[in-house]
């Protein structure tokens, strides 16, 4: 049995356009798509708001929808808006005057005629002489509420790096902590420029996906800087796309660039082994195929330099320097060529006997 719009307790609107469409309590029966209402505003005050659809279930967080949009009330909540940037601009004059650096966010008034001011500040200021000023100029209560730099960047919105409505002011309600850390393992440039959102601190969404990331890098087990075996052998890990699984390297031998998956190389701990910055060939846990193992060995054979011939020495052959040299050139002087000459084996005279000379 399908539910009457009467018997729904909420419904969705927006409050400008292009936002995303919020959910209001309402227990009234439900206005008419395309109708204007007065809902509360985070952080209090009121604005109107068109009617977009209605909801089967009531959100126990959702604002509150005060009433619809007639004559009368927007004639109020414009002469209420006038008011409220009236004050505004009575604070910023006098904290300049006073010197306080405070940077004011918003303004609202309450229904029991008490001004709320909301602002940031990096240091602690004395803000004691700009609520007496107030009580002078306009004779109503003023409260000063000072905000975190998340919270001041919610409630003044504005676009983000990505082009969309920044989260804090749409649909965060809980801000995270983000860190350098995430940034670093998802291979974001760690500029300021880069990490910074509107409010001057880390961005939020920077923790989004911080787990995937996490666990992604456990599987690769693969950082920026590491030496690793790859198919071209030692190589240092340049770049790392986590998502994709690819690994880019730099060759230690001529530093040449090389894309491989992950599964492709393997992490070398401890560094390189010594002699051996040209090796370090590594094809994944299977091996290369038949084809390409036998080209890289032809490769590998005719890049290696052919090592000279090594000649025997004259004292390895057991023979003096002088001999070696005397026998090198005797075959040239000698008329015939090639032929060794023969030694004279020269005789022993006797000594005559002295017998024969008597």
């Known amino acids: 049995m399908s539910q009457t719009p009467e018997e729904m307790n909420s419904f969705e609107a927006v409050t400008r356009a292009g936002a995303l469409p919020k959910p209001y309590r309402w227990d009234r029966p439900l206005p008419e798509v395309g109708a204007q209402v007065i809902v509360e505003r985070p952080g209090g005050g009121e604005e109107v708001a068109v009617v977009t659809g209605h909801q089967p279930r009531q959100a126990a967080d959702a604002p509150q929808a005060l009433a619809l949009a007639t004559p009368d009330r927007l004639e109020l909540l414009e002469r209420r808006q006038q008011f409220e940037a009236k004050a505004f601009g009575f604070a910023r004059q006098r904290a300049r005057a006073r010197r306080l650096k405070l940077k004011f966010v918003r303004c609202t008034i309450s229904n029991d005629r008490k001004i709320r001011l909301y602002y940031a500040s990096d240091n602690t200021e004395d ?26 960047a919610g409630q003044l919105g504005g676009l983000g790096p990505c082009g969309r409505p920044t989260c804090c002011s749409t ?9 350098t850390k995430m940034a670093k393992d998802q291979g974001i440039s760690l500029t300021p420029q880069k990490l910074s959102g509107r409010c001057g601190k880390l961005k939020c969404c920077l923790a989004y996906e911080a787990d995937t990331y996490r666990e992604y890098l456990e599987e690769v087990a693969l950082r920026v800087g590491h030496t690793v075996r790859s198919p071209k052998g030692y190589a240092k890990v340049i770049d790392l796309n986590v998502l994709q699984r690819r690994v880019r390297v730099s060759t230690l031998a001529n530093r040449e660039l090389a894309s491989f998956q992950a599964d492709e190389v393997e992490r070398v701990k401890g560094g390189v082994p010594q002699g051996d910055e040209r090796g370090g060939f590594y094809h994944g846990p299977d091996g290369p195929p038949a084809r390409q193992r036998s080209g890289q060995r032809e490769e590998r054979s005719a890049a290696r330099p052919a090592r000279p011939r090594r000649e025997r020495s004259a004292q390895g052959s057991g023979r003096s320097k002088d001999t070696a040299a005397r026998q090198s050139k005797e075959p040239q002087e000698s008329g015939s060529e090639g032929k060794r000459p023969r030694r004279r084996r020269r005789r022993r005279r006797k000594p005559k006997s002295g017998g024969q000379d008597g």
């Open 127 to 152: 803000v004691r002489d700009l609520m007496r000023d107030f009580a002078v100029e306009f004779g109503v209560e003023v409260e000063l509420v000072q905000l975190a730099p998340r919270e001041a």
């Open 171 to 179: 649909f965060l309600k809980v801000f995270p902590n983000p860190t």
